[in-house]
């Protein structure tokens, strides 16, 4: 069912009552949207219950932070739900940009633990980054579209429980 190739998916590990959901890319697949698959780790949820979700950023270097949005609306209200559901956001090494603001995003509205080891990008740096295409050069640019806090001076991220990423994940 789930393959390296795809950017998130979500399995229900019932020996522990934890939905997993990894979320490698801020970006829609072409065979299926962030917003539809967040529908479709709502209804696992509510069809199997669970006490905890934990979204899996480790690996995720950014895109499009918002696209994970309709998935944070949903937690925020499924958490309230029963405070005493967990919601948790694993970061590590690899954890860019989006990736860092999705983190910080399910923290705050969805009351997130942030779990893991120190991301590869501190708070304060440059994001939502977008191409654009120089015809005469024939190549295209990236830029940046906002920042987060002072980008001079970037704070590392909070890690509420700390846990080393180990190569099965």
């Known amino acids: 069912r789930v ?21 490698d890319r801020c970006a829609d697949m072409p065979t299926k949207s962030v917003s539809a698959w967040a529908r479709e780790v709502m ?39 029963d405070t005493s559901r967990r919601v948790y956001a694993i970061v590590g090494p690899m954890t860019f940009s989006s990736g860092v603001t999705n983190a910080l995003d399910l923290r705050a509205y969805a009351g997130a633990i942030i779990v893991g080891e120190e991301p590869g990008q501190a708070i304060g740096n440059f994001g939502e980054v977008r191409k654009l295409r120089l015809p005469n050069a024939g190549f295209d640019v990236s830029y940046a579209t906002t920042t987060r806090d002072d980008p001079r001076k970037p704070t590392p991220i909070p890690i ?7 190569s099965a994940a």
Request: net charge positive.
């Open 3 to 23: 393959t390296r190739a795809e950017s998130y998916w979500h399995q229900y590990l019932a020996d522990h009552r934890v939905m997993y959901a990894r979320y």
């Open 43 to 81: 209804k696992d949820v509510d069809t199997h219950s669970p006490r905890a979700i934990a979204i899996d950023l480790r690996r995720n270097a950014g895109g499009n932070s918002g696209l994970l949005h309709p998935l944070i609306d949903r937690l925020r209200a499924w958490k309230r739900q």
């Open 160 to 166: 509420e429980l700390a846990a080393p990423m180990d």
